[in-house]
């Protein structure tokens, strides 16, 4: 325990005491229970895996702080809010960041064909131009 959670013996000891942590006695050596050392450190919030901090979302897209907020806030993404820590569920937030790539993919390839034209339409407009002059 005292290696896993980073924990002096005192603290141990107090931890323990704190928050009645069963506890057994096995050839000499104290043995805790970890699930329930595991809800008083996670305050309850067992389904930690279910959800995106703020920090994972915005390594994970490439966004800055507020715009994870941002669409947490206007897609209605449901969230949990632990202590100070917002968390984003992840399924709801994939959803949210799939469309959004979706639309861009789409939007870049829009752009991509109407740039093509714009360039065909210069060379054929540069062409007319240079025989147009030519004759001249």
């Known amino acids: 325990m005292e290696e896993?959670?980073?924990?002096?013996k005192d603290a141990r000891c107090s931890f323990v005491h704190r928050h009645k942590i069963p506890s057994r006695v096995v050839y000499g050596k104290v043995q805790y229970s970890k699930d329930h050392i595991d809800t008083i450190k996670n305050e309850g919030f067992d389904q930690r895996e279910k959800y995106y901090s703020v920090a994972e979302a915005?390594?994970?897209?490439?966004?800055?702080?507020?715009?994870v907020y941002n669409y947490a806030r206007y897609n209605n993404i449901r969230k949990m809010h632990h202590g100070k820590s917002m968390f984003l569920l992840k399924e709801d937030f994939d959803k949210v960041m799939a469309e959004k790539i979706r639309h861009l993919k789409n939007y870049s390839i829009q752009t991509g064909k109407l740039l093509l034209t714009i360039i065909g339409l210069y060379r054929t407009i540069s062409l007319v131009?240079?025989?147009l002059l030519t004759t001249i």
């Open 4 to 8: 896993i959670y980073d924990m002096s």
């Open 58 to 67: 915005m390594e994970k897209y490439g966004l800055r702080r507020d715009d």
């Open 129 to 131: 131009c240079s025989k």
